[in-house]
RNA sequence: UGGGCUAUGGCCAAGUGGUUAAGGCAUCGGAUUCUGACUCCGAGACCGAAGGUUCGAAUCCUUCUAGCCCUGCCA
């Protein structure tokens, strides 16, 4: 899929037209202080994508200015969602790479009187800003001359003041309706290591400073990011413009993509982690891009959500029904149809011989011829999927199997129940039917119908299978409840069955489509010949069902 | 009257003055089917509200309403 139209891509192409700018240069800017989860697929796919469109470049650029937050472990992570989602940034840099740079048009700032150092306390800071409506009262400090400034500055730089007791702001207006551009910090002072530079430096640049700049640096044409951004735009240029960065990026920005009742906040992501109840940032249920990996979703159905979800400037919440309905759409054709029985029925084929076997040779996929094709064993004993049967026909929509009815087994023959067995509880302990060899699958037996088509599995040869039922964490109940209590507990299920024996060597983070059970990848703790599936998503219901 | 952003069918979303307002998801009918899957037909909005400009407006203007963002030395 294509990415569709949208305003952006629409002012790339004016700018383009207009000699604005030459090409395309993107950016995704993500900060390395936690995993990357599937809302921010849409700021990643945006980038690159719309970048591709124009033959432009995207950027990986870690946004590490403030090191209490950050962290080496989780640049590696991102790396590996973003190539895992099939992106190949023109080139990967560090927002701490620039520092250096960065000090000097702070320095610029000083020298042209647009910035002074301030000894308020953050409390102080905090008071002297005002309110939303009321303007704020200037700092005691603003009007140090230059050279105090300078030299202020430089012993912030070389480790002189602890932290918190002295910041660099830039002077604009204390009076403005937007508190942005009251007179905001552009450097605090943090005695710590940076996972990237070290001890080099104990005065960090505060994003609103450091990004336009990095942007400007990187010579980034189009710097996208959401919508609560919107009010620093102008703070944006103001330092691209007092700064006099050779380059000019301007910055645009679009709504966020959430899927509801999901988590879509890292620091959430984290409380789950910490507290145990998920395995970690890449436990199958996570909204995480490792989540979704590991849980068997591809890269591709991601994509195509993002870019079947469009791109504008609201918040929008798509339905999950659209994340599923990508993956189907990649998964039905990419996916062997195979059989695996989840909750099984014995089955005895009263007429067919005992100890004898016989193969049926199938496609794998009759849609996708590039899938092979492989054997499934048919004999007397059968498994099938126990919601399969019914005693009695319920109603006149039931396609299964009942005492008395017809169906095909699929890729095998048709078999009619006349018996079923019930043990001392009162549950069904097995059916007996009746195969009727004129049926074979590929005959081209059409002399009747039958009641409907369900699959099995053939009891001596099927390969025991654990199947993870489990659903997506979800946030659910009383919104005044702590998150961990609003995370739905039963969210894995595990159900132990049985799959054709052709899945026998199936590979780690392979998938295949169980026919009318859905969709399942084989998952990462394949344990001594013990098959574990975890479900990506189920079939579509249908009618009746 | 602090500032800003937004408002198109259940959910996304095209559309920037001119035929019956694209498309996807979901839903409901129907056909087909060796998966009640897939596929294939068919069905739905007068564009937040009220005015106004215009031969003509979802697209321009006015007013109103609703939602979201902003008072970190976070990003």
């Known amino acids: 899929m294509a990415i569709e139209s949208n305003f952006i891509k629409t002012i790339m192409e004016e700018d383009l037209a207009s000699g604005k700018v030459e090409g395309i240069i993107t950016r995704f800017p993500p ?9 921010h697929a849409r700021a990643i796919i945006t980038n690159f994508e719309l970048a591709k469109i124009f033959d432009g470049k995207t950027n990986l650029r870690f946004d590490d200015t403030n090191p209490v937050k950050e962290d080496a472990s989780f ?12 992106y190949h940034p023109e080139a990967i840099y560090f927002g701490s790479d620039y520092f250096e740079e960065t000090y ?10 647009l910035a002074y150092v301030c000894d308020l306390s953050q409390a102080e800071v905090s008071q002297y800003r005002g309110t939303l409506t009321e303007p704020g009262k200037e700092s005691p400090y603003r009007n140090r001359s230059i050279d105090e400034n300078l030299a202020l500055f430089e012993a912030m730089k070389s ?55 990095q942007d400007a640096i990187e010579g980034v044409t189009h710097s996208l990011c959401s919508l609560e951004y919107v009010d620093h735009r102008v703070l944006y240029d103001w330092f691209i413009e007092h700064c006099e960065t050779p380059h000019i990026p301007h910055q645009y920005e679009f709504g966020r993509l959430n899927i509801p009742q999901t988590i879509m906040s890292k620091r959430y992501l984290k409380q789950l982690v910490d507290s145990h109840v998920v395995k970690g940032y890449d436990d199958p249920r996570m909204p995480t891009l490792a989540g979704f990996r590991r849980r068997g979703y591809t890269p591709e159905a991601i994509k195509d959500f993002v870019l079947g979800t469009g791109l504008s400037r609201i918040n929008s919440t798509a339905s999950i029904d659209m994340l599923e309905n990508a993956l189907r759409n990649d998964l039905i054709q990419a996916t062997k149809r195979v059989h695996a029985i989840i909750d099984p029925l014995k089955v005895t084929i009263t007429n067919y011989p005992e100890g004898e076997l016989e193969t049926m040779n199938v496609a794998n996929n009759q849609d996708n011829e590039a899938l092979g094709d492989r054997t499934l064993p048919f004999g007397r004993n059968l498994l099938i999927e126990r919601a399969d049967f019914s005693p009695e026909k319920p109603d006149k929509h039931w396609k299964r199997l009942s005492v008395g009815l017809e169906v095909r087994l699929m890729h095998a023959y048709f078999i009619h129940c006349h018996d079923v067995a019930y043990d001392a509880s009162g549950q069904i302990q097995e059916i007996f039917c009746t195969y009727d060899v004129n049926t074979r699958s590929g005959s081209g037996f059409n002399a009747r119908k039958p009641n409907g088509t369900i699959h099995f599995v053939e009891a001596t040869t099927a390969v025991p299978a654990t199947f993870n039922l489990f659903e ?12 961990i209590e609003r995370v739905n507990p039963h969210s894995w299920n595990v159900a132990q069955g049985y799959v054709e024996p ?30 574990i599936f975890n479900r990506i998503v189920e079939l579509k219901a249908g009618k009746g069902s």
């Open 31 to 39: 900060e390395p202080n936690a995993y990357l989860h599937i809302g």
């Open 104 to 113: 000097r048009y702070a320095v610029k700032l000083i020298k042209k009187g």
């Open 75 to 86: 640049v590696e992570a991102i790396k590996e969602d973003i190539a895992w989602l099939g």
């Open 159 to 213: 480790g002189k003041f602890p932290d918190g007791s002295k910041t660099l702001r830039a002077k604009i207006d204390m009076a403005s309706p937007n508190i942005n551009m009251r007179d905001p910090v552009i450097y605090r002072i943090i005695h710590i290591i940076h996972h990237n530079t070290g001890d080099r430096w104990c005065i960090y640049p505060m994003y609103d400073f450091a990004h336009p700049l």
């Open 472 to 483: 997506p964490l979800l946030l659910e109940g009383n919104e005044e409840l702590p998150l």
């Open 502 to 531: 052709a899945l026998e060597h199936a590979s780690i983070g392979e998938r295949f489509q169980f026919v009318r059970n859905g969709y399942f990848a084989v998952d990462y703790d394949t344990l001594d010949h013990h098959l």
